[in-house]
């Protein structure tokens, strides 16, 4: 089963506009954290944000926020203020806290966002 | 604002033969982690390292992957014998402490089997 959904597969922006990407997940650990990286053309993993758990208020680092809500399992991004430099691809991504104490990211498919002048 | 670096950016081989890519992750972080992205798909998660020892690895780290930390700084994945559907990016990275710290990727390394 897929622990991480993201039903975007492409989304469209005007620039200055905000936009909303999705994410769901599926755990049955407490204890995880979420992670929004994005990917450049040019191919580097640029990490973006992160959602503890545990975490009372929704994350948030500049014109990045997420929406975290936590009985419905997702993790929305939103970029307010889009800029022609955010076009890129978005990856959700999640880490459990169960098994050894160095668990791997699992992403999701990503979201390809287009910035329209 | 320290960085993972990986080299080479491209490396371009032969199916059967052998490739090493080479990370250097940030100085302070102990835990490190190997990702590939086949062109076009999700990133997927290869190998976790910490003190020496490989902790966790997916079914796709069979036994022609390998990983090695030769010295205090670099850490590698050797693939030994490459087939074309070794062709991906494969990302190196790091984070500070266990648990759910933040993972930081270098800038990756696209390998192509011929």
């Known amino acids: 089963a897929q622990k991480i959904t993201q039903t975007q597969p492409g989304m469209f922006v005007q620039e200055k506009e905000a936009v909303t990407l999705d994410c769901t997940y599926d755990?049955?650990?407490?204890?995880?954290?979420l992670f929004w990286y994005k990917q450049p053309s040019s191919g580097e993993m640029i990490f973006l944000i992160y959602?503890?758990?545990?975490?009372?208020q929704n994350a948030t680092e500049g014109r990045y926020s997420l929406n975290f809500q936590k009985a419905r399992k997702s993790a929305n991004l939103v970029i307010s203020a889009s800029q022609l430099g955010d076009s890129a691809m978005y990856f959700c991504?999640?880490?459990?806290?169960?098994?050894?104490?160095?668990?791997?990211?699992?992403f999701g498919k990503g979201t390809r966002l287009s910035v329209i002048a | 604002e320290p960085e993972v670096t990986q080299t080479p950016s491209h490396q371009v081989t032969q199916m059967g033969q052998e490739v090493i890519l080479r990370c250097v992750p940030i100085?302070?972080?102990?835990?490190f982690y190997w990702y590939r992205q086949i062109l076009g798909q999700k990133v997927e998660f290869l190998v976790s390292?910490?003190?020496?020892?490989?902790?966790?690895k997916s079914e796709i780290f069979d036994d022609q992957f390998s990983v090695e930390r030769p010295d205090g700084s670099n850490f590698t994945l050797k693939i030994r014998s490459t087939k074309l559907e070794d062709s991906a990016m494969y990302f190196c990275?790091?984070?500070?402490?266990?648990?759910?710290?933040?993972?930081?990727f270098g800038p990756g390394t696209r390998l192509l089997v011929l």
């Open positions: 990275a790091s984070s500070e402490r266990e648990g759910l710290e933040t993972q930081y």
């Open positions: 755990t049955s650990d407490p204890s995880y954290g």
């Open positions: 100085s302070n972080h102990l835990y």
């Open positions: 959602q503890g758990s545990y975490d009372q």
């Open positions: 991504a999640m880490r459990e806290r169960s098994g050894s104490g160095n668990t791997p990211l699992v």
């Open positions: 390292f910490y003190n020496n020892e490989i902790s966790e």
